[in-house]
């Protein structure tokens, strides 16, 4: 007889993904997941296969706990404005309590870049192309832009989204304020 659950999944998955959030993926062991998630290295292993599984999970968590945030930009229809306001919501999920500065998915795009792990390197690259997408879809909305400049103002956003995930993690509130200024001062 299988012995029953002595926790939740999603609850520990939450944890996990914290921790992976906090410390990355290279730095964070086994040892400080059982801590983490209060579970034995046994239930991980049998819940979730692997480190690599929980981290896994934990990506999918993460992209749950910012759902509403793409939902609202993708449903919005005032271009360029459309696109500084989800820079200033994407830092403000990083300053409600209980969670880490910085994007989870920026820190895993930085970390596994160059990696041969085939499956993280797919979501990075689906959750890159997808923002892209969606910038030039805002970009567009732009009738005196031709398709040239919107690809270049994509990319330059796209680099600007991660260098804001990246400086939301050290520098203060003024600074990443005035960032966000600045880079909507070039579209």
């Avoid at 730095?27 to 981290?55: A, P, R």
């Avoid at 795009?109 to 979501?123: I, L, M, P, T």
């Avoid at 009738?143 to 103002?153: G, S």
């Amino acid at each position: 007889m299988a012995r029953k659950k002595q926790y939740i999944e999603e609850e520990v998955i939450e944890k996990a993904m914290r921790l992976f959030w906090r410390n990355g993926y290279e730095n964070t062991s086994m040892q400080m997941l059982e801590k983490e998630m209060g579970i034995n290295k046994f239930s991980i292993y049998s819940s979730f296969g692997s480190k690599h599984g929980v981290f896994l999970e934990s990506l999918k968590s993460y992209k749950t706990k910012v759902a509403d945030i793409f939902l609202k930009f993708k449903n919005a229809s005032n271009g360029s404005s459309d696109i500084k306001q989800f820079f200033y919501d994407s830092v403000a999920i990083g300053l409600l309590e209980d969670n880490e500065k910085g994007c989870l998915v920026t820190n895993t795009y930085h970390e596994f870049s160059g990696s041969e792990d085939e499956v993280v390197n797919k979501q990075m690259s689906e959750f890159v192309d997808n923002l892209k997408d969606m910038f030039i879809e805002k970009l567009k909305m732009d009738p005196t832009k031709d398709e040239a400049t919107i690809l270049k103002q994509a990319n330059f956003l796209v680099l600007a989204k991660h260098g804001l995930a990246t400086a939301s993690r050290v520098n203060n509130e003024e600074e990443i304020n005035d960032y966000i200024e600045m880079v909507f001062k070039n579209i």
